[in-house]
């Protein structure tokens, strides 16, 4: 069964920072795209981030500048450094696994559990 574990959620005060991980098990780390997502409430889930095993990103226009998503392929985790934090930061954000479609498997998705993120004064 492969587990996608986040932690380093919490509250912060705007402006502040917070790194959050993702550990992976259970899973061929490297032949996955990692990304980080966020739900607010009432909100759709948004992609905030995303990197590929060669360190090839994507980053949300609302946080570029601000977050950095990085990997560790040796450690099979993924991280999301986050400054300049803001109140509209606030989310639960979710850990994602994402193996393209090949010739003989269909496109998956792994999800972590969330970690709760606020951004408060």
């Known amino acids: 069964q492969v587990q996608l574990v986040e932690s380093g959620g919490g509250l912060v005060q705007p402006g502040g920072s917070l790194r959050l991980s993702c550990a992976a098990s259970r899973i061929t780390f490297t032949i996955y795209v990692m990304g980080w997502y966020r739900q607010a409430p009432g909100k759709q889930r948004e992609l905030v981030a995303a990197?590929?095993?060669?360190?090839?990103?994507n980053t949300a226009d609302s946080v570029k500048g601000r977050f950095i998503i990085s990997r560790d392929n040796a450690e099979n985790t993924v991280y999301l450094q986050m400054n300049s934090m803001k109140p509209e930061d606030t989310a639960t954000y979710y850990c994602n696994a994402h193996r393209a479609r090949t010739p003989w498997t269909a496109a998956y998705d792994y999800w972590g559990q969330g970690t709760q993120v606020t951004v408060s004064s």
């Open positions: 990197i590929t095993s060669g360190g090839s990103t």
